[in-house]
């Protein structure tokens, strides 16, 4: 059953006040039925009590019951004798009883005389050719019944009022709490976030309602705040090459240059191109991850050829900063991942390697066959990262050395974008570093 109402404490009274009339009209029912049995049982009792004295009386009379109806007690009663009926009180007759068809059969019951009353009658014998039965009127019992229901047909809609009004007062001072949050709630915005709901008690319903408020409000707070910072650092990243390419050509067209110089000025002007290219590839892989449209198309692929591929694609800027790049690589090993994301995962991490590895240095890629995983280790003989900055070194344009050259260190995506891909292949990866003892930066993917 649907209530349509404007309120929760309005519903709340409603349903409180329909289940309560529910029980109060059971209770009453059976209040009622509880009396009406005590009543009758005390009225038989006493019936039978008469009866059995009147009883003896009858079976010892000869024949004579007028002498006994003069007695006066009881005054309704009829005498049956060899089958058929000898005698009839006058109040018998008088009270309208229906005619017998013979004689009754012995026990307890009620009939309804002409005139629409209740009387009990109790037939037995009272001698082997003789039965008795008494009648007796029950108007005492239904008057007593009658004034019974009156009192609960007062008395329930009374009780369901006040309930109803006590309800409603109730469900008030227990909503209260909600009305509470939802006032709170609507003045907190986006430059409030850090505003949180106030929680009374953290044990009930409410307390803990407010809690997972609060703690939805702190991620909202935590996604706002990293949204603003990747905003603010794609749009300083942007504008970096966005800058250099218009410096260059303003100076290139104020200057009178050969043939050479404006290839010269042309050349700087597609590297910023180039960059400016990467860094737009590289928010768009993001932007795609975050929304959670890119479509991961795992299948099975041997990941030591994989990451032998990554490796003899990233060899040529190695040797150019004549760094010994080497490769053990386990054979065989098929397992479900997208093969594309974990290449470039594979790529950023060895363009990672080479930036920060001085020439001369070395970096060597493995692949293991584990229980259970895979494990690839690209490790480093560069100058390590230092204890501090390991948490945040795959946050995106996060850079160890601030002031570093964006040419030598890019902008802090590569690795950001490496851990994504690892994760939507269903694994991770790990940093294990020492300040001038190199870097490992270790991915285990299931199998």
């Known amino acids: 059953m649907k209530i349509p109402a404007s309120s929760v404490r309005l519903r709340l009274t409603i349903w409180y006040t329909l289940a309560l009339a ?3 009209l059971a209770f009453s029912l059976a209040v009622f039925l509880f009396v009406k049995d ?3 049982r005390q009225f038989d ?3 039978a009590k008469e009866f ?3 009883a003896i009386e009858v079976a010892e009379d000869a024949g004579s019951f007028s002498d006994i109806e003069s007695q006066g007690a009881p005054s309704l009663f009829e005498v049956f004798q060899g089958g058929a009926l000898v005698f009839r009180s006058a109040s018998f007759r008088k009270a309208g009883l229906p005619e017998p068809s013979g004689v009754p059969a012995a026990g307890i019951r009620t009939e309804r005389s002409r005139d629409g009353g209740r009387f009990r009658l109790l037939a037995e ?3 082997s050719d003789r039965f008795l039965v008494v009648a007796q009127d029950e108007e005492s019992v239904w008057n007593t019944l009658q004034t019974l229901l009156a009192i609960l047909y007062l008395a329930l809609p009374a009780a369901l009022l006040l309930a109803a009004l006590g309800g409603y007062v109730l469900a008030g001072r227990l909503l209260a709490p909600v009305g509470a949050m939802a006032r709170q709630a609507a003045k907190i915005g986006a430059e409030n976030l850090s505003e949180r709901l106030s929680v009374a008690n953290p044990d009930d319903e ?4 407010a809690a997972v408020f609060n703690q939805t409000l702190t991620r909202l707070q935590n996604a706002f705040e990293r949204l603003q910072r990747f905003t603010a650092d794609a749009s300083h990243e942007l504008r970096t090459p966005l800058t250099a390419l218009q410096s260059v050509g303003e100076v290139a ?5 050969d043939t050479a110089a404006y290839r010269d000025r042309i050349g700087s002007m597609l590297e910023e191109t180039s960059r400016l290219t990467n860094l737009v590839e590289s928010l768009l892989v993001l932007t795609r991850a975050d929304s959670g449209r890119f479509q991961v198309n795992r299948k099975p692929t041997d990941i030591g050829a994989l990451v032998g591929k990554a490796v003899e694609d990233m060899r040529v800027l190695a040797e150019e900063r004549n760094q010994k790049l080497t490769a053990d690589l386990a054979s065989g090993i098929q397992i479900p991942v997208d093969g594309d994301l974990l290449r470039q995962a594979m790529v950023n991490i060895l363009d990672n390697a080479i930036k920060f590895t001085p020439p001369g240095g070395m970096i060597a890629v493995v692949v293991e066959d584990r229980p259970g995983v895979v494990g690839i280790e690209v490790r480093d003989s560069g100058p390590g990262i230092p204890a501090d900055h390991q948490d945040k070194i795959f946050d995106r344009f996060y850079r160890v050395e601030k002031d570093r050259p964006r040419d030598a260190g890019g902008v802090g995506l590569g690795l950001a974008i490496a851990k994504w891909a690892i994760e939507a292949n269903g694994g991770r990866i790990e940093l294990e570093s020492r300040e001038g003892q190199g870097s490992t930066f270790r991915i ?4």
């Open 253 to 257: 067209l104020q200057e009178n240059l």
């Open 444 to 447: 285990v993917l299931p199998k």
């Open 206 to 209: 409410f307390g803990k309602l």
């Open 125 to 127: 014998p009272v001698k």
């Open 22 to 24: 529910l029980i109060v």
């Open 45 to 47: 009792r006493g019936m």
């Open 38 to 40: 005590r009543l009758f």
């Open 52 to 54: 059995a004295a009147f």
